[in-house]
């Protein structure tokens, strides 16, 4: 019998595999970003679909197998979709998207989930002005927690300057 892993996560991507199977790319808290496999989730009545929306932040159970990770249950805790407004969303994709792009799939860091969340939590609250400047926070936040960007310090900063050391980091990365 495999060991079960139950972590809390967040939905960054959905893709379809074959029929009725989905393949889900998960930032989790204890795992890092997964890709897990789920059977069945594309199905109508499928118990699991509304909690493994994109952007939904639910508690997941997954199995460790030789062909990857696989889902075995999760349960929605949040559905952060439904409470952002069109822009806030925008800006969330965009951050999300990036996540993808950068992190490595075994980083581990309890600190990526964190940053995502508040982040979320963030949008949420704040008004369209403010959002633009949250997004160009949590990307530097991002990349200097990668090791792409020397200066620790993302305070005090004025956005252009935010701008710059983003668009250096990710030149930095090579991807």
């Not at 159970?61 to 409470?83: I, M, P, Y």
């Not at 982040?119 to 990668?146: I, N, W, Y």
Request: proline share 3%; aromatic share 6%.
């Amino acid at each position: 019998m495999r060991h079960k892993y139950v972590t809390r996560a967040i939905v960054l991507g959905r893709h379809a595999a074959r029929e009725y199977g989905v393949t889900l790319t998960l930032l989790t808290e204890d795992l890092g970003l997964v890709r897990a496999k789920a059977e069945g989730l594309r199905k109508s009545g499928a118990k699991l679909a509304s909690a493994l929306q994109t952007l939904c932040e639910c508690d997941v159970t997954l199995v460790r197998g030789k062909d990857g990770w696989r889902l075995a249950g999760a349960l929605l805790t949040e559905n952060r979709f439904n409470s952002l407004l069109p822009h806030a969303r925008s800006s969330a994709s965009r951050v999300g998207s990036l996540f993808l792009r950068l992190m490595p799939p075994d980083a581990h860091e309890a600190g990526f989930f964190a940053l995502y969340t508040n982040f979320l939590k963030e949008l949420g609250e704040s008004t369209p002005e403010t959002q633009d400047t949250a997004e160009c926070v949590v990307a530097l936040s991002l990349l200097v927690m990668l090791g792409l960007d020397s200066s620790p310090s993302v305070q005090g900063l004025s956005r252009k300057e935010m701008v710059l050391r983003i668009n250096k980091g990710i030149a930095a990365s090579g991807l």
